[in-house]
């Protein structure tokens, strides 16, 4: 593997977008040479994580099409990263000069936007990174060599500068004095060991900055569970105790802005396909609430069942949306309790029906 790696950092000043004889070598070193290597280390690296992983890969990539100027090689759990553009894992990133190599813990740093994969935010990504450094902490105190910062020194790819700032910690190998293949064998077992930890993390985590909030997770998987088709081993992030606490205070931050308001409000959720009826004088409010631990963003979703959205598209204009995102949730109390929350109204609320995106369909086959 160290000469697979020497042979790829010695190609890296040649670097050009077209298919050249020195780029065709490069792809083959890459996706042939160093990703083989990977994957004959799969192995070792399921039976020395604390997590059962079954799903273990290793694959190369030099770019789709046009020569990548960071060249990839990359491990990782197929149902939790099916794409180097989501989730998390390890991966070898070769400098653009071609003076080191870097074994990263990383995060996708793409997303698909406009028809092309761009580049997420880089104080996303960043602080995204510094979020999962201080929740696996104690493990990686275990190897001090590891850096925090990695330098690529892309000269055209702005993918450069993301990897750059995606990166949760790595070990940094110069082309002068890279190791043997034993070291390298040990600090992928062990990067390998603290990705699994990472992805235990992920699955339970409700906080993680720029990630899907738990609760569209969770109702992904419920949808994929009722079709049958819950393959990817997927768990639900969110039990019902908590749910239920964050549900609950949602609720209760929704209902005392409506009094503040000088609104007669009750708590119909038990009983109708809305949360709140409020009423004021002559005004009579639907109010649907959702709450969320996650900070809310442009981008941010909510679920909808079916009854929800039929129900305020026939309401509208009488409609009210409350969101109550950043909810503190307490799992060591027994049951959860939850606590703060930032307010967010829409009034009125109406359904953008192209906004909407179906989790699952029901069919009749018929004859």
């Known amino acids: 593997m160290r000469e697979h790696l020497r042979a790829v950092l010695l190609l890296q000043p040649e670097w050009t977008s077209k298919n050249t004889l020195g780029m065709k070598r490069r792809g083959q070193l890459v996706r042939d040479e160093v990703a083989d290597w990977l994957k004959e280390q799969l192995p070792a690296i399921r039976q020395a994580v604390p997590v059962e992983i079954d799903d273990w890969q290793a694959e190369g990539s030099d770019g789709t099409g046009l020569k990548a100027e960071i060249p990839w090689a990359r491990v990782h759990s197929f149902s939790r990263s099916d794409s180097a553009t989501k989730g998390w894992y390890v991966v070898y990133l ?37 979020w999962m450094r201080g929740r696996l902490a104690t493990r990686l105190l275990e190897r001090p060599d590891l850096v925090d910062e990695i330098e690529l020194k892309a000269r055209k790819s702005d993918l450069g500068r993301a990897y750059e700032a995606g990166n ?128 809310w963003t442009d981008s941010s979703e909510i679920v909808l069942t079916k009854n929800e959205v039929e129900l305020h598209l026939d309401k509208y204009p009488n409609t009210m949306l409350v969101i109550v995102s950043s909810i503190v949730l307490d799992r060591t109390a027994t049951p959860p309790t939850a606590s703060g929350g930032k307010l967010r109204v829409v009034h009125p609320w109406q359904i953008a029906v192209p906004n909407l995106t179906p989790l699952s369909y029901k069919y009749l086959v018929g004859e």
């Open 168 to 295: 949760v910690v790595a070990f940094e190998y110069s082309l002068g004095a890279l190791p043997s293949d034993e070291v390298l064998k040990a600090d992928l077992t062990f990067l390998g060991g603290v990705l699994s930890e990472l992805y235990e993390i992920v699955e339970r985590a409700v906080d993680l900055p720029g990630e899907q909030a738990p609760e569209i997770a969770d109702a992904e998987v419920e949808a994929e569970r009722s079709a049958g088709k819950a393959r990817r081993r997927r768990r639900l992030r969110l039990s019902s105790a908590e749910r239920i606490a964050i549900e609950r205070r949602a609720v209760a931050v929704a209902m005392e802005h409506l009094d503040g308001q000088g609104y007669e409000v009750e708590d119909v959720g038990a009983k109708e396909s809305y949360d709140i009826d409020a009423r004021r004088a002559g005004e009579h409010l639907f109010v649907e609430v959702k709450g969320t631990t996650t900070v």
């Open 94 to 130: 070769f400098s653009a000069p071609g003076d080191r190599v870097y074994l990263s813990l990383m995060q996708g740093a793409t997303r698909w936007q406009n028809g092309e994969f761009k580049p997420r935010p880089r104080r996303e990504l960043q602080e995204r990174a510094r």
